[in-house]
Nanobody, 124 residues
Framework: QVQLVESGGGLVQAGGSLRLSCAAS????????MGWFRQAPGKEREFVAA????????YYADSVKGRFTISRDNAKNTLYLQMNSLKPEDTAVYCC?????????????????WGQGTQVTVSS
């Protein structure tokens, strides 16, 4: 089992940057594929980015490609999401998720563990 805690959210102006972190506790973080998802008020949960166990393979939603970068540090049991050129439509609660897997996992229904989320608000 793994516990996930996100941090790094906040209020930023459009065009600004934020870096989210997801600290994982428990065993064998490096054996988990990880993902970031977001949910805006009144909308369904949306896939943002995913990374495989080693960090060598990543996948992004079209809406964030070229602006966001997912990465991980297995020595620190931490997942990151660097968000640049933020837009008001990026406003949402961002959650990290984990699933035992060697490949990138995109579908939220396949993830076993979820953090509570961190709020990101982008003002225009």
């Amino acid at each position: 089992q793994v516990q996930l805690v996100e941090s790094g959210g906040g209020l930023v102006q459009a065009g600004g940057s934020l870096r989210l972190s997801c600290a994982a506790s428990g065993r064998a973080f490096s054996s988990y594929a990880m993902g970031w998802f977001r949910q805006a008020p009144g909308k369904e949960r949306e896939f943002v980015a995913a990374i495989n166990w080693s960090g060598r393979s990543t996948y992004y939603a079209d809406s964030v490609k070229g602006r966001f970068t997912i990465s991980r540090d297995n020595a620190k049991n931490t997942l990151y999401l660097q968000m640049n050129s933020l837009k008001p439509e990026d406003t949402a609660v961002y959650c990290c998720a984990a699933v035992p897997s060697t490949v990138v996992v995109v579908a939220s229904t396949l993830y076993d563990y979820w953090g509570q989320g961190t709020q990101v608000t982008v003002s225009s």
